[in-house]
């Protein structure tokens, strides 16, 4: 059981350039989150999914999409990279559903540098 | 005014010392809260729930007051190790809402 586990663990990028973050978890949650973590920020909501095939804008979503086509996992889109996206990138999974469990559980964090 | 708000500190304190922070809220019919603890670079990690009644955890204690919409939690016997950034969560409206707020943080460092 891994709980949640997040790839690349750390990527530079070049103004303009593309990538995807992924997000999975083993513990058949159904709710997950994108966070941006910025200093003296706290962590910021971006994109989550209450379920397969369901997204949701949270507070700063401009500049990033978001797909969840598998329970498991939560991708994380930047199309057009800036430098004010460096920061570092949180994912998180509650178990939600008839337990209404609302622990979140974290993945390690992207670190991403846009130069 | 920022949903839910924390005094950032940072709190500064000796070895064996108590040290309390507060949390307070704007939703009124927020219905879950919880303490996350955050090391220096790492990932949020749940520290304790927080419920009505108030909750006890070794040397931490956590309690909610609804009618001034605020949390606390009080670390007795500081340990050189609880140094870390603090996160106060708040979770609602309810209604099947599982979107959690957080403060920004109260930093504690624990000092020999």
């Known amino acids: 059981n891994a709980g949640v586990t997040q790839t690349p663990k750390f990527r530079v990028l070049k103004t303009g350039q593309s990538m995807t973050l992924l997000c999975a978890q083993d513990?058949?949650?159904?709710?997950m989150y994108w966070y941006r973590q910025d200093p003296g920020m706290g962590l910021r909501l971006i994109h989550y999914?209450?379920?397969?095939?369901?997204?949701a804008k949270g507070e700063v979503p401009d500049g990033y999409n978001v797909s969840r086509l598998k329970k498991q996992n939560f991708l994380l889109g930047l199309e057009s990279a800036a430098p004010s996206q460096t920061s570092v990138y949180f994912c998180?999974?509650?178990?939600?559903?008839?337990?209404?469990?609302?622990?979140?559980?974290f993945g390690p964090g992207t670190r991403l540098t846009v130069l | 005014r920022k949903e839910v708000e924390q005094d950032p500190g940072p709190f500064n304190v000796p070895e064996g010392a108590t040290v309390a922070f507060n949390c307070t809220y704007s939703?009124?019919?927020?219905?879950?809260f919880f303490w996350y603890r955050q090391d220096c670079r790492k990932e949020p990690k749940l520290l304790m729930s927080?419920?009505?009644s108030g909750n006890e955890d070794g040397r931490f204690t956590a309690q909610l007051n609804r009618a001034s919409q605020y949390i606390s939690l009080l670390i007795r016997d500081s340990k050189l190790s609880d140094s870390a950034t603090y996160l106060c969560?708040?979770?609602?409206?309810?209604?099947?809402?599982?979107?959690?707020?957080f403060g920004r943080g109260t930093s504690l460092i624990v000092h020999p």
């Open positions: 998180a999974s509650i178990s939600g559903g008839a337990r209404r469990e609302y622990t979140q559980y």
């Open positions: 513990m058949n949650h159904e709710y």
């Open positions: 999914s209450v379920g397969e095939g369901t997204t």
């Open positions: 939703n009124s019919a927020s219905q879950s």
């Open positions: 927080v419920y009505s």
């Open positions: 969560v708040v979770n609602g409206p309810g209604g099947g809402s599982y979107i959690p707020t």
